[in-house]
């Protein structure tokens, strides 16, 4: 099993960035897929949930409106794109595969930097 994110880097305040977390080694179609972040000295935060099949998506209401969540299952891939990046946004973002009767995966992470 395993889940790889890529896209993550050092972004102005504004600016925008999408990241992209591929799954190989377990039935993605089959899992809710979600993205985390943390920032230094704080605690993991859910940022977005995308069920399996993607109709239903959630968001933590620090990103309402600038984050986007999708998924294609026939590549084995989930999307985070961010828009109207802010300094606080700062953190290392991490993809999650979720399945209640199964358990979850992780991924090792990516950093996203918003600074001038």
């Known amino acids: 099993v395993q889940l790889v994110e890529s896209g993550g880097g050092l972004v102005q305040p504004g600016g925008s960035l999408r990241l992209s977390c591929v799954a190989s080694g377990f039935t993605f179609s089959s899992y809710g897929m979600r993205w985390y972040r943390q920032a230094p000295g704080k605690e993991r935060e859910l940022v977005a949930h995308i069920s399996s099949t993607g109709v239903s998506t959630n968001y933590a209401d620090s990103v309402k409106g600038r984050f986007t969540i999708s998924r294609d299952n026939a590549k084995n891939l989930v999307y985070l794109q961010m828009k109207s990046l802010k300094p606080e946004d700062t953190a290392v973002y991490f993809c999650?595969?979720?399945?209640?009767?199964?358990?979850?995966?992780w991924g090792q992470g990516t950093q996203v930097t918003v600074s001038s």
């Open positions: 999650n595969a979720v399945n209640l009767r199964v358990g979850s995966y």
